[in-house]
Every structure is written in C-alpha cells, then in structure tokens.
C-alpha cells in the first residue's frame, strides 16, 4: 500500500508529494519546487529512505530543489521524460530568455517514458505520457491504490496552461481524455491546489468534459 502526504511549497504552491511504501519504507518525493524544511523534516520523520525523485515535468516550480534534494539524498533516482530533461539539465529555462536560476542538475539519472514501471518497495508506479502543458510532461499512477499525481496536467476542475514553450492544446486535450480511461474513484492529485477524481472531472472539469 501507498500512502501519501502533500505539501505545497514556494511562492507557486506547486504540491510536493512525499510517497510512502507502507509495507517497505521507501519513499519517493513527487515534484521539488523548494527543497524547504517542512519537506526535509517530513522525509526525516517518515524513515528518510528516499529512492527518487520524480518529475511531473521540468517547470521552475516543480523542479528548482531537485539540485538541493540530490545532494541530501544522493541515491536517490531523479526521474523525468527524456523531452522535459533539459529543464534539468539546465539547457532550457521555463521562461524564454531568462537565465536560469537555480543550481541544476547535470542529468537526471532516469529518463521516464510511457509505459515506463518503477518499483518503489511492494508498491508500483506506472509513467502515463502526457504532454501539452510541455512537451514531456507524465503522470504517475499507482493502479493499487488509485493515485493519481498529475502535475500541471489536470487539476482540481481545471487544465494546466497550454500556452508555454512545448505547450499545445489538442496535444492536452488528448492527454487529459487519455486519463479519463481510468477508473472513476483514481484520486487525481495535481501539481497545484486540491484533489479531485477521475470522475468528479470527467463531469465537473471547465476544459475537457467527457
Ligand atoms: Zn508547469
């Protein structure tokens, strides 16, 4: 069983979502937006056996502690989609023209891509491929449980912006009606802002309705 524990950080509020593999111990961190103490005294407190640190796509406020992350937990894993890595890398930055200003990451250790399976303790996490918002944005999905963590893919009644470099909205559309194949009670768990459910946006969501 996976259990989970959200804690929106910086001055975007984008969640971090720390996972914990009831049976094991293990641990992962969705999303690093601000490596800050509230999270490194949460992952303490939970057994601090960190073994990624997985991206939902390579936004500043999604990934700007990764660096600071890394450097605590260095066997941690840092996993994002081959298209959004050089987010990571620090080749690309999230606002055109601007320098970045974080402290990267030279190169993930993990490159996600559909389909891809990750083993954290008994529990597993399968990679759905879902750009539009970038172009290498994933949700991870905990079938066992019905978690859903989605990033800036689909939030609480609402879409991520499709109007950012490698941002395209047939390209979401498409990601986001891909999702509503899941089972109507999947926990959807965004990138900002409240839960929701598979269902409750299906027929509550301003943007794609199904
Ligand atoms: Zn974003």
């Known amino acids: 069983m996976l259990n989970y524990t959200c804690i929106p950080v910086g001055m975007l509020q984008s969640n ?8 094991t ?21 939970q057994g601090g056996d960190l073994r990624y640190i997985l991206l939902t796509h390579g936004h500043f406020d999604h990934i700007q502690g990764v660096a600071r992350a890394k450097e605590a937990y260095p066997a941690a894993s840092v996993c994002v989609s081959a298209e959004d890595a050089p987010y990571v890398r620090g080749e690309q930055s999230t606002i055109p023209h601007r320098p970045m200003h974080h402290k990267s990451v030279r190169q993930p250790d993990l490159l996600l891509a559909e389909g891809s399976v990750l083993a954290l303790g ?4 399968r990679v759905i491929f879902t750009p539009g918002h970038t172009l290498g944005g994933v949700c991870f999905y905990c079938e066992a449980d ?5 990033g800036d893919t689909l939030f609480f009644e ?3 912006r499709d109007d950012l470099p490698g941002g395209d909205w047939p390209t979401l559309r498409a990601s986001i009606l891909r999702l509503y194949d899941l089972p109507g009670e999947t926990a959807v768990l965004p990138g900002h802002g409240q839960a929701s459910t598979i269902a409750h946006e299906r027929k509550n969501n301003l943007y794609v309705k199904q």
């Open 16 to 23: 971090s979502y720390i996972l914990k593999d009831a049976a």
């Open 25 to 45: 111990g293990a641990l992962a961190l969705v999303d690093c937006g601000v490596f800050n103490k509230p999270v490194r005294e949460e992952l303490a407190a």
């Open 122 to 125: 008994e529990s597993a996490l």
């Open 146 to 150: 019905g978690l859903l963590f989605t």
């Open 158 to 160: 609402e879409v991520g």
